[in-house]
């Protein structure tokens, strides 16, 4: 779950989505089994990352003045699923840009590089992360 301090409406209470992310790679050359890379390496590494950090727990701001924040810490990490503070307010802009680096830290031996990410709220909304490099290398 997550909340938006300053939103103007609702988004300033607690909630939760069902995020998707779409993680975008690509690879100078594809391996000797003809991928970028398989499949079950982002999956375990990206998705489990996201596994252990994000899913069944709360994403919150650091600094959110809301004093129900400390008690859902405290009752997060007592269930073994810490609230994962971000320094920003945990938009879905802010999420992705904040997956999009982790992605590259944890791909980053398999000899992959994550150009974009596209992490879907809801069906209808998402917000989308291009790397500097990518628009600059397809336009
Ligand atoms: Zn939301």
Redesign the pocket.
Known sequence: M???PMHESK?KAY???RYVAEIHCVADELDEAGRVVDFGVVKERVGGWIDRNWDHTAILMRGDPDPACRAIAEANHGAGKPVYWLDQP???ENLVAELAGVSNRLLASSGVEVVRIRLW?TPNCSSEWVSDAWVAATR
């Open positions: 997550h909340r938006i988004c909630h939760g989505h945990p938009t879905a709220e």
